[in-house]
T-cell receptor
Framework: DQQVKQNSPSLSVQEGRISILNCDYT??????FLWYKKYPAEGPTFLIS?????DKNEDGRFTVFLNKSAKHLSLHIVPSQPGDSAVYFC??????????FGTGTSLTVIP | DSGVTQTPKHLITATGQRVTLRCSPR?????VYWYQQSLDQGLQFLIQ???????AKGNILERFSAQQFPDLHSELNLSSLELGDSALYFC?????????????FGEGSWLTVV
């Protein structure tokens, strides 16, 4: 039972444009959400997080939006850079004991 | 560098064998998580320990076991290995339990079962 879903396995974006990565979840008890970036043969690296009391969190070029009613979150990267090419995982947690990960979206930023 | 150290980085072993993966969490982190990533799969949660005690269990096979020692390092034991156990195994750590904390991943241990 996949409680966190990333329905787009891959995404290609031109350099300088906006990248939008989407994530849906099913468990309404999730109250903390994170995005991780992963390069091949490396561990996932924490990017940005958001708690359920907010609907937006921004950190430089990265912004995460949370729509609790739709059980949907998205990661916006503006402007996209070639170095952003990686696999992006979203994750959700209810109690902090378990973190449920999506299957990842592979982002390719085309120079 | 996340501060989470995993050894070995690569391991090739035969079916039916047993291996141990080791993880040292970030300094000060009490909670350790183990995840499995197979080809084209997401990160599957296996098990979590907090300060030496098991806190949560995910899709961990009975052939697998883990423990967290008093110095907080953790080991994941995989036995009676099968070809399908070939995967990247990640350890992650966090400060504590509870709300709004981040988990940090090690670089993973590549296990190939032949």
């Amino acid at each position: 039972d996949q409680q966190v879903k990333q329905n787009s396995p891959s995404l290609s974006v031109q350099e300088g444009r906006i990248s939008i990565l989407n994530c849906d979840y099913t468990n309404s008890m999730f109250d903390y959400f994170l995005w991780y970036k992963k390069y091949p043969a490396e561990g996932p690296t924490f990017l940005i997080s958001i708690s359920s009391i907010k609907d937006k969190n921004e950190d430089g070029r990265f912004t995460v939006f949370l729509n609790k009613s739709a059980k949907h979150l998205s990661l916006h990267i503006v402007p996209s850079q070639p170095g952003d090419s990686a696999v992006y995982f979203c994750a959700a947690s209810d109690t902090g004991n378990q973190f449920y990960f999506g299957t990842g979206t592979s982002l390719t930023v085309i120079p | 560098d996340s501060g989470v150290t995993q050894t070995p980085k690569h391991l090739i072993t035969a079916t039916g064998q047993r291996v141990t993966l080791r993880c040292s969490p970030r300094s000060g982190d009490l909670s350790v998580y183990w995840y499995q990533q197979s080809l084209d799969q997401g990160l599957q949660f296996l098990i979590q320990y907090y300060n030496g005690e098991e806190r949560a269990k995910g899709n961990i096979l009975e052939r697998f076991s883990a423990q967290q020692f008093p110095d907080l390092h953790s080991e994941l034991n995989l036995s009676s290995l099968e070809l399908g156990d070939s995967a990247l195994y990640f350890c992650a750590s966090s400060v504590a339990l509870g709300f709004s904390h981040t988990i940090y991943f090690g670089e993973g241990s590549w296990l190939t079962v032949v």
